[in-house]
């Protein structure tokens, strides 16, 4: 291990009395790529972005230690040089008159909104022009969609892990086998573990999975981007496994990403009991691209959700692919208090016991808490119409509404119990055993 220089030392000493100063932490992560310790400089980025989530600066000095192209936006264009002009050519150039400048100061952005809405657009605009002729479509009307932006990709946000109400042991998890490791390429360069990942998230509908995802992202400091069958799916032959190939080319160009395939039981279902060869070919397709031959996934963290793991095809959860599987299960009771609060918190409300609220809300989803608060807002809206006189939502709406409310995870708990009893190869769900023998499910 090289030693560091003076100056590399003292920066660290800085940056440790002054953790949030994100100029200071970059202008270190500088130093340390310009003395070859690109691991150490992409955690000091990755620090930087957590802090200030979108920070071009941050992002793009991420990716050149991470060895990635910038975006083709940062790249400088070159200027066409003019031609020389010949000798005497002003006085033989005939005379062009000018075109007429537009008006100063008129508001062009003011008289497109008022004619926005009398005038339709009736073409979808491609984005901003281009001298690049535009390529032709093809015969089945699809063109060439690596030329398309149909796939959108959201900035870093600012929404983390402790967004999250309650889960502890659902953060631990995530904390030990996905993030910890990101967040410390040093380690991962003694343990050989590289910067790519991949995470499957099962459970009953409901509980919050997507949430996870974004809050996963933003611990992260990456992107974000979620795609689900409709995304990929095409009625062309080859085209699914053409858009499957421009999602993960996406995903690559916006490392570092978390890329979340929702209801991947939909993607990467077993093939086994395909009928049509042109879906096969696309779980095929996805298979590959997890793969990421010769390094291609580097910074692509690949989070998926499925409420039937059953059902997903046995090589993607092989190791390389999504190997790591975690349980998202209903709220628990703190997780249930900060759901409440959240929902009831714009609206007018009076003497409202949450602890009570949550007690009897066991086993409801966050999904289903949501509809309590709805319920219980419809009931205090009905009764205000009926009397004339408006009124507070008060703890009576709100149990009232409760105790309508069954469970929306009952039915997939059914289905799981059967799954986890009689076909646990492997172990995959005891982790689900021992939960519905904690709640006596079994």
Known sequence: MSTESPLIQSMRTAVAAAPTDVPLRLHLAEL??????????????????????????????????????????????????????????????PEVPDA????????????????????????????????????????????????????????????????VGGMEEIKERLEAAFLAPMRNPELGRLYGKSLRGGLLMYGPPGCGKTFIARAVAGELGASFMSVSI????????????????????????????????DEVDALGAKRSRMQHGGMRNTVNQLLTELDGVGGANEGVFVL????????????????????????????DAPAREAILRYHLRDRPIESVDLGKLVKVTEDLSGADLAHVCESASERALLDSTRTGVVRMINMKDLLGAAKEVRPSTDPWFASARNVAMFANEGGMYDELLAYLKRKRKL
Not at 69 to 86: G, I, L, M, R, Y
Not at 128 to 150: H, N
């Open 32 to 93: 340390l790529l310009g003395e070859g310790l690109s691991e150490d400089a992409v955690a000091e980025a990755a620090v930087a972005l957590q802090h200030a989530p979108g920070d071009a600066g941050a992002r793009a000095l991420m990716m050149r230690a991470m060895g990635l192209p910038a975006p083709a936006a940062e790249k400088p264009q070159s200027v066409p040089t003019p031609a020389p002009e010949k000798p005497g050519a002003q006085e033989t150039a």
């Open 100 to 163: 007429p400048a537009p008006p100063t100061g008129f508001d062009w952005a003011a008289a497109e909104d008022e004619v926005a809405d009398a005038v339709p657009p009736r073409f979808v605009t491609p984005g901003p022009t281009s001298t690049v002729p535009e390529a032709p479509l093809a015969a089945d009307g699809g063109g060439d969609p690596g030329d398309a932006t149909a796939w959108e990709v959201d900035t870093p946000g600012t929404v983390t892990l402790a967004d």
């Open 230 to 261: 409709n995304d990929v799916l095409d009625m062309w032959m080859g085209n699914s496994e053409r858009n499957m190939h421009e999602v993960f080319e996406t995903a690559r160009r916006q490392a570092p990403c978390v890329l979340f395939l």
């Open 304 to 331: 998926a959700a499925t409420n039937v793991p059953w059902d997903v095809d046995i090589a993607l959860r092989r190791p390389g692919r999504l190997d790591r599987t975690l349980l998202v299960l209903p709220p």
